[in-house]
């Protein structure tokens, strides 16, 4: 499906066309400045982190930054003691999780383990979150300069927005898994690269690979850049109608050896997600359907970069801000193509992706400035219970519309590169040697017009460069967190939890509490399992849910907590706590240091009797009350 003019040229202008392709050969010094540039950016946005990398979380999401810390330990468990990563019984015992069913990262975790062990989950975490983010920009950046522009440069702007975008940094808020999408690029590129004559085998087979490798980092966005494919490839087969039937039937073959490929390779993984222990169907209520993107973030500056401001998420801020791309570079993007779609095939496709998402990403109803309107959107029209669609969050398909303005920068960028070329901007021409003729590089422009060109290249760099430096992004927002007990992290507990019991904190890992009591697993490497947790499971009706099932005491806990005193116990009270430990298969509950000590250990004394002190925690040794 790879056609030259999917450059950013004119169609009708075949020496246009060929003046576009890429050398074969090219300095290596320039592709390792920009890894480099990456690398130093990705660093720049984890800064707060590296302050205090054992003793800081994300401010945004602090319980999914722990849970990532958590899914680090997990890789590392798994592979230290060969247990199968597909679950986990570490946490929300006895029931376990199914990490399938889950955004557990295994792609990454799994490899890293090593590290991890080394380094421990607070470091690992922080290292490898600047990492995807470098890595996603220099994918983009091989895609762009190997396969559409010929400006280093130009490919250099459009993997650093692919990278580093407003809508990618706002995930990294604790939610590395979208940040992972340094495999996408090279996705997308082996799909265009199918139609290839004579290589639909050799192509087929790495698409597969790279596919199935996906599915273990980011199924979602996966989704994402399968829909987009579709869009392109659609797309080009009405504006190249010869060309696609010509190439057709070896695309479609090596699609068909990607496919299968890609089903052998996790087909037992992708049926344990749906049926194996602990799967679910679907989410309760379909939480996330109505989460559309408001109309007027498109024009506002995203909260995490230079000219955001935090304030407005009191207004627009309801959903993840996937777009956010402020005013200068909407309006960037809408002249770009103006000028570009009549003279480039990739620039007419990215104006149909960039239409296409941004309708979709609305969501059921039209939000304006913070207010659902009374106009429905595309996704009023399609039921909730569609597979995959009840999973979907449609803002999240603005990201695609994010991709799609890295790939136009990219374009208007080399399209000014090349304005400059044709106004007689050429390379040095060496002297000729005595006797020769004088090298000619062909025929310069006429003088106004070539100095009209001469003006468009800085015109069109400044223009670009207006457009992103607002976008450059701010240091990822952290706060300090409580250090765990030394009891937990000097092995203290270790007395008290004989194998195949487990140790109960207070107040138990839930979505809404126990971020501390969460991370004592992830920093002890998971030696001991807790019940609860944060993680998607089945209800009562195998619909999804976050969190486990509250029990009794659980819900106790909370309770307590949230009105700062304990309630009158009764002997129910206390026969249902001694239930819900025996069903944890508890041999010891601990709190710690915690905003609501004293209550709690009030309450959890009434229920179990005195506590002990046992170095920095309180201790109740309950063996010989479950038997």
Same mark, same amino acid.
């Given at each position: 499906?790879?056609?030259?003019?999917?450059?950013?040229? /004119?169609?009708?202008?075949?020496?246009?066309?060929?003046?576009?392709?890429?050398?074969?050969?090219?300095?290596?010094?320039?592709?390792?400045?920009?890894?480099?540039?990456?690398?130093?950016?990705?660093?720049?946005?984890?800064?707060?982190?590296?302050?205090?990398?054992?003793?800081?979380?994300?401010?945004?999401?602090?319980?999914?930054?722990?849970?990532?810390?958590?899914?680090?330990?997990?890789?590392?468990?798994?592979?230290?003691?060969?247990?199968?990563?597909?679950?986990?019984?570490?946490?929300?015992?006895?029931?376990?999780?199914?990490?399938?069913?889950?955004?557990?990262?295994?792609?990454?975790?799994?490899?890293?383990?090593?590290?991890?062990?080394?380094?421990?989950?607070?470091?690992?975490?922080?290292?490898?979150?600047?990492?995807?983010?470098?890595?996603?920009?220099?994918?983009?950046?091989?895609?762009?300069?190997?396969?559409?522009?010929?400006?280093?440069?130009?490919?250099?702007?459009?993997?650093?927005?692919?990278?580093?975008?407003?809508?990618?940094?706002?995930?990294?808020?604790?939610?590395?898994?979208?940040?992972?999408?340094?495999?996408?690029?090279?996705?997308?590129?082996?799909?265009?690269?199918?139609?290839?004559?004579?290589?639909?085998?050799?192509?087929?087979?790495?698409?597969?690979?790279?596919?199935?490798?996906?599915?273990?980092?980011?199924?979602?966005?996966?989704?994402?850049?399968?829909?987009?494919?579709?869009?392109?490839?659609?797309?080009?087969?009405?504006?190249?109608?010869?060309?696609?039937?010509?190439?057709?039937? /070896?695309?479609?073959?090596?699609?068909?050896?990607?496919?299968?490929?890609?089903?052998?390779?996790?087909?037992?993984?992708?049926?344990?997600?749906?049926?194996?222990?602990?799967?679910?169907?679907?989410?309760?209520?379909?939480?996330?359907?109505?989460?559309?993107?408001?109309?007027?973030?498109?024009?506002?500056?995203?909260?995490?970069?230079?000219?955001?401001?935090?304030?407005?998420?009191?207004?627009?801020?309801?959903?993840?801000?996937?777009?956010?791309?402020?005013?200068?570079?909407?309006?960037?993007?809408?002249?770009?193509?103006?000028?570009?779609?009549?003279?480039?095939?990739?620039?007419?496709?990215?104006?149909?992706?960039?239409?296409?998402? /941004?309708?979709?990403?609305?969501?059921?109803?039209?939000?304006?400035?913070?207010?659902?309107?009374?106009?429905?959107?595309?996704?009023?029209?399609?039921?909730?219970?569609?597979?995959?669609?009840?999973?979907?969050?449609?803002?999240?398909?603005?990201?695609?519309?994010?991709?799609?303005?890295?790939?136009?920068?990219?374009?208007?960028?080399?399209?000014?590169?090349?304005?400059?070329?044709?106004?007689?901007?050429?390379?040095?021409?060496?002297?000729?040697?005595?006797?020769?003729?004088?090298?000619?590089?062909?025929?310069?422009?006429?003088?106004?017009?070539?100095?009209?060109?001469?003006?468009?290249?800085?015109?069109?760099?400044?223009?670009?460069?207006?457009?992103?430096?607002?976008?450059?992004?701010?240091?990822?927002?952290?706060?300090?967190?409580?250090?765990?007990?030394?009891?937990?992290?000097?092995?203290?507990?270790?007395?008290?939890?004989?194998?195949?019991?487990?140790?109960?904190?207070?107040?138990?890992?839930?979505?809404?509490?126990?971020?501390?009591?969460?991370?004592?697993?992830?920093?002890?490497?998971?030696?001991?399992?807790?019940?609860?947790?944060?993680?998607?499971?089945?209800?009562?009706?195998?619909?999804?849910?976050?969190?486990?099932?509250?029990?009794?005491?659980?819900?106790?806990?909370?309770?307590?907590?949230?009105?700062?005193?304990?309630?009158?116990?009764?002997?129910?009270?206390?026969?249902?706590?001694?239930?819900?430990?025996?069903?944890?298969?508890?041999?010891?509950?601990?709190?710690?240091?915690?905003?609501?000590?004293?209550?709690?250990?009030?309450?959890?004394?009434?229920?179990?009797?005195?506590?002990?002190?046992?170095?920095?925690?309180?201790?109740?040794?309950?063996?010989?009350?479950?038997?």
């Amino acid at each position: 499906m790879v056609d030259p003019s999917l450059n950013p040229v /004119t169609d009708a202008d075949r020496t246009e066309v060929e003046s576009t392709r890429r050398p074969r050969r090219r300095p290596a010094r320039a592709d390792l400045l920009t890894l480099g540039a990456y690398a130093l950016l990705g660093v720049f946005v984890c800064l707060n982190y590296w302050g205090d990398v054992n003793g800081r979380v994300s401010s945004h999401l602090p319980t999914d930054h722990s849970w990532f810390e958590w899914l680090f330990a997990h890789g590392a468990y798994s592979v230290r003691h060969l247990e199968n990563p597909l679950f986990t019984a570490r946490q929300n015992a006895p029931d376990g999780v199914n990490m399938m069913a889950n955004t557990s990262l295994l792609g990454v975790t799994l490899p890293l383990a090593p590290l991890t062990m080394l380094l421990g989950p607070q470091v690992m975490y922080a290292l490898y979150l600047g990492g995807a983010l470098a890595a996603t920009a220099g994918t983009a950046y091989w895609m762009l300069s190997r396969h559409l522009v010929r400006s280093r440069a130009a490919a250099f702007v459009g993997g650093a927005f692919l990278g580093f975008a407003p809508g990618i940094v706002h995930h990294a808020n604790g939610q590395p898994n979208f940040v992972s999408n340094f495999l996408l690029p090279l996705i997308v590129v082996r799909v265009l690269r199918l139609g290839e004559p004579g290589r639909w085998r050799r192509n087929g087979l790495v698409l597969g690979a790279l596919v199935a490798y996906q599915i273990f980092i980011n199924e979602e966005m996966l989704l994402l850049t399968a829909l987009a494919c579709l869009v392109v490839v659609l797309a080009y087969a009405v504006q190249r109608p010869r060309a696609t039937r010509a190439v057709a039937g /070896t695309f479609l073959a090596g699609l068909g050896v990607a496919g299968g490929l890609a089903l052998a390779l996790t087909a037992y993984p992708i049926w344990f997600q749906f049926n194996g222990p602990q799967s679910y169907r679907g989410l309760q209520g379909g939480v996330f359907h109505n989460w559309g993107e408001d109309l007027v973030a498109f024009v506002t500056f995203a909260r995490d970069t230079w000219a955001g401001d935090p304030a407005v998420e009191k207004t627009i801020g309801l959903t993840e801000q996937n777009t956010w791309f402020g005013w200068p570079l909407v309006l960037l993007a809408l002249v770009a193509l103006a000028l570009l779609v009549r003279r480039s095939l990739a620039a007419r496709i990215v104006a149909v992706l960039v239409v296409v998402f /941004t309708v979709a990403s609305i969501g059921p109803w039209v939000r304006f400035d913070g207010v659902e309107t009374d106009i429905p959107g595309p996704w009023s029209y399609v039921s909730d219970d569609l597979p995959l669609v009840e999973m979907m969050m449609p803002t999240r398909l603005a990201l695609v519309v994010a991709a799609a303005v890295g790939v136009l920068l990219a374009l208007t960028w080399d399209a000014a590169y090349r304005q400059g070329r044709a106004a007689g901007d050429r390379p040095r021409v060496p002297a000729p040697r005595a006797g020769e003729p004088a090298a000619s590089d062909g025929p310069a422009a006429p003088a106004p017009v070539a100095a009209r060109r001469r003006w468009l290249r800085p015109l069109g760099y400044a223009a670009v460069a207006l457009a992103v430096l607002p976008l450059f992004p701010r240091p990822l927002p952290a706060q300090q967190i409580d250090p765990p007990p030394h009891f937990i992290t000097a092995g203290g507990w270790r007395p008290y939890v004989p194998a195949g019991r487990t140790l109960v904190p207070v107040p138990i890992p839930s979505n809404v509490h126990g971020l501390p009591t969460l991370r004592w697993s992830a920093l002890t490497g998971q030696e001991f399992p807790v019940p609860g947790g944060y993680f998607i499971g089945p209800n009562e009706l195998g619909e999804g849910v976050f969190g486990a099932p509250n029990r009794p005491t659980s819900t106790l806990i909370y309770a307590t907590m949230d009105r700062g005193a304990v309630p009158p116990l009764t002997e129910e009270n206390r026969r249902q706590a001694v239930e819900d430990l025996r069903f944890w298969r508890a041999s010891v509950v601990v709190l710690g240091a915690h905003p609501s000590e004293a209550v709690l250990r009030e309450l959890v004394t009434g229920l179990l009797g005195p506590a002990q002190r046992v170095d920095d925690v309180w201790v109740w040794d309950v063996r010989a009350l479950v038997g």
